[in-house]
Structure formats: structure tokens, C-alpha cells
């Protein structure tokens, strides 16, 4: 447990050191590498990746080849060159191209992206996925999205509401609870319509939670 322990502090130490600007997902095959060298199981190797890496981790499919590539003698952490014409779709201006739309405005889908930024979709997704590391998802529900100024007011409320029931320990017995409904005059947006691009150290989205209601 303890050569467990003092493997994953290794790895999440190399996470957030600037190895000669290496990628995550570049760091993430290094560790793999060497835990196969430590003569670790697929299971245990992809385990101790999501402890290290946390969302940012790559998918259990992705380890579980680059495991094997690894354990069958494979020595470079990097992709293979390919045949074929150089891609001239993900090149590094490109990939700041597309982070920066993003950036912009996180609910475009990916054919918006690629009609911006003049590429195809499988390289735009590739982009998102591989290079820049997102990943789209839905808005979080909750009941209601305050400002900070509505958290306060309704911590200043509560506080008097405290102090008045210690004064007066009958008021509460005067109090009558009910119910609100809500009627719209539109069709609330759906949950592909909220759904946005997501990095690893951005929060996740949030709705508020909203039903329709007849008049």
C-alpha cells in the first residue's frame, strides 16, 4: 500500500511540473510506461492514473492500449507518424484558433467550429479531445442560480430569523408553509441546448431547475 501511495505522489508530482512542455496526455503514457516496468496490472495502472490525473485522465480504453503497446516492448510515449499528406488542419495555429472560439462562446457545437475555423469535423474533434483536452457536458440542475448579493441577503434573513425564535420560542408555532407554481410562456432550453465544452479545471455548468406548468 505504502509503494501504492508513493507511486501516485510521484505521478501528480509530474503532473504539475513543466517537463519540457509536455502534454498531459504525453505525461499520462510516460506513466504508464513506467508502471508497467513496475510490473503492474491494466487495472491497477489505470486506477492509480485517475487518482493522479483526476478528470483529466485518459479513458479506460485508451490506457488499457497504451498498456499493452508498453508491455510488448514499446518504448516511445509518442504517436506514430502517419502516411500520407502532413495535417495541415491541427497545426498549432489552428488549435489556438479553435480555443479561442471556444473561449468565446462554449455552446457552439462543433460544426460551428469547423465553419470558423475552416477545417473538418474529425479534425476539429480531435482538436477538442486530444489537444486542448474538453469535453462536452450537460448543464448541472439546481434549484436556483443566486447572485452573490442574494446569497447575503438570504444569510442576513436567516441570521434575524435565529435570533427572533431564541427571543421568542412561540413564534414559529404562527408560522404557515405553501407552495408556488410557476406558469411559463416558453419552452425552457433543453439539455443539448445548455450542454457546453468543459476543460478539466473549468467548473462544471450550472441551470437552474425549471418544469413547465399548465395555465
Known amino acids: 500500500m505504502l509503494h501504492v501511495s508513493f507511486c501516485v505522489y ?20 510516460v506513466c504508464i510506461k513506467f508502471y508497467v516496468r513496475l510490473g503492474k496490472t491494466g487495472s ?19 490506457t488499457f492500449e497504451w498498456f499493452g503497446r508498453f508491455k510488448n516492448g514499446r518504448t516511445l510515449t509518442a504517436n506514430d507518424d ?17 480555443w479561442a472560439a471556444v473561449n468565446q462562446e462554449r ?34 440542475f439546481v434549484l436556483r442560480v443566486l447572485t452573490q448579493d442574494q446569497k447575503d441577503s438570504r444569510v442576513a434573513i436567516c441570521l434575524e430569523l435565529k435570533e427572533t425564535v431564541i427571543n421568542d420560542p412561540t413564534l414559529l408555532l404562527n408560522v404557515i408553509t405553501g407552495d408556488e407554481s410557476i406558469v411559463y410562456a416558453y419552452d425552457p432550453e433543453t439539455k443539448l441546448q445548455s450542454s457546453q465544452w468543459k476543460s478539466p479545471a473549468s467548473p462544471r455548468p450550472k441551470k437552474k431547475h425549471v418544469c413547465k406548468k399548465a395555465n
Do not use: W
Open 107 to 140: 455552446h457552439r457545437t462543433i460544426h460551428d467550429l469547423c465553419a470558423e475555423a475552416g477545417i473538418g469535423y474529425g479534425s476539429c474533434q480531435r482538436i477538442l479531445t486530444e489537444q486542448l483536452n474538453m469535453h462536452r457536458i450537460g448543464a448541472k
Open 82 to 98: 502517419r502516411s500520407g499528406r502532413p495535417s495541415t488542419a491541427t497545426t498549432p495555429s489552428k488549435v489556438e484558433e479553435v
Open 44 to 62: 491497477e495502472t489505470f486506477e492509480m492514473l485517475k487518482q493522479a490525473f483526476g478528470d483529466s485522465c485518459m479513458s479506460h480504453s485508451r
Open 10 to 29: 510521484c505521478i501528480s508530482r509530474l503532473r504539475f511540473s513543466d517537463i519540457g512542455g509536455m502534454a498531459e496526455v504525453d505525461k499520462q503514457r
